[in-house]
């Protein structure tokens, strides 16, 4: 090869460099605009649709408003992120509304110290979101392909104490249990007795039970057994039985 053409080749590869790198850097800069944005969308949301609403605990009004939304719901639902309803991420399930993750969250009573565990990754929002609320999240998803995405992304965005686990939410993590709190985000028909066993005394479980008609419960396991109080009627996907179950 002769000197000439040598340097045509690095000429013409630093010129692609440079188109590379202003394609990269124009990228970046819209991708801030986007996250401004929404930044600003994200805050509306907590005043709109969550302080007016009555959730008054100030850790959860902080962690939604710190959680971006629009990063884990699909591309073509973006200008939808902040709206107050859930949204649709592939497989035939949702992200759930804004207030309901807010309500949820409050009515578990996190202070920080507690190891969660929920049931129905899905995104993975709901996940990043207890992630700030408690010191450790454990998160379980029947849906690989979700399970992997959440993964991912939870790491990417730097949610450090949330782990996802691929498996059956019935069968719960007994090799993690007891329990401070656990969150069931798609509804079973009744109250998951597993998931209970794997609740500490004095712990919370909050979950939507039923099937057309579904209500949003707490359960409190006391010493003497569990107090159950009715929150809210709700609409959750539902929550599938593990294979080789049934
Ligand atoms: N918390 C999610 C939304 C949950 S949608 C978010 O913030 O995006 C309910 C999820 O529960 C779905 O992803 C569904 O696949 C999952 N799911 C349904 N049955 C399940 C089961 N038996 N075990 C674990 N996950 C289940």
Redesign the pocket.
């Known amino acids: 090869m002769s000197l000439g053409s040598q340097v045509l080749i690095k000429k013409g590869s630093f010129i692609l460099m440079a188109f590379l790198g202003l394609g990269a850097w124009a990228e970046g800069l819209l991708a801030m605009d986007i996250d401004l944005a929404m930044d600003q969308e994200r805050a509306r949301m907590v005043r709109e649709q969550i302080e007016s609403r009555g959730i008054r605990d100030s850790r959860v009004l902080k962690a939604m408003a710190s959680v971006p939304r629009h990063r884990?719901v699909p591309e073509s639902e973006l200008h939808r992120a902040y709206q107050d309803s859930p949204l649709p991420?592939g497989?035939g399930?949702?992200?759930?509304q804004p207030f309901i993750?807010a309500y949820m969250c409050e009515a578990l009573g996190l202070e920080g110290h507690e190891k969660v565990l929920?049931?129905?990754?899905?995104?993975?929002?709901?996940?990043a979101v207890l992630s700030l609320l408690a010191k450790e999240v454990y998160s379980?998803?029947?849906?690989e392909a979700?399970a992997d995405e959440a993964r991912e992304r939870l790491k990417k965005l730097g949610y450090g104490n949330v782990m996802v686990i691929f498996?059956?939410?019935?069968k719960g993590l007994p090799e993690e249990a007891p329990f401070d709190a656990i969150v069931v985000?798609?509804a079973p028909p009744q109250i998951p007795q597993e998931l209970l066993r794997q609740l500490k005394t004095g712990g919370r479980m909050v979950v939507p039970v039923g099937r057309a008609e579904q209500e949003l419960l707490r359960i409190i396991r006391t010493e003497q057994g569990v107090k159950v109080e009715r929150l809210l009627p709700v609409r959750?996907?539902?929550?599938?039985?593990?294979k080789g179950d049934h």
């Open positions: 884990f991420i497989h399930q949702t992200i759930s993750v929920e049931i129905g990754t899905g995104s993975g929002y709901h996940a379980m998803e029947i849906v979700l498996g059956d939410g019935y985000t798609a959750f996907v539902p929550m599938v039985p593990g």
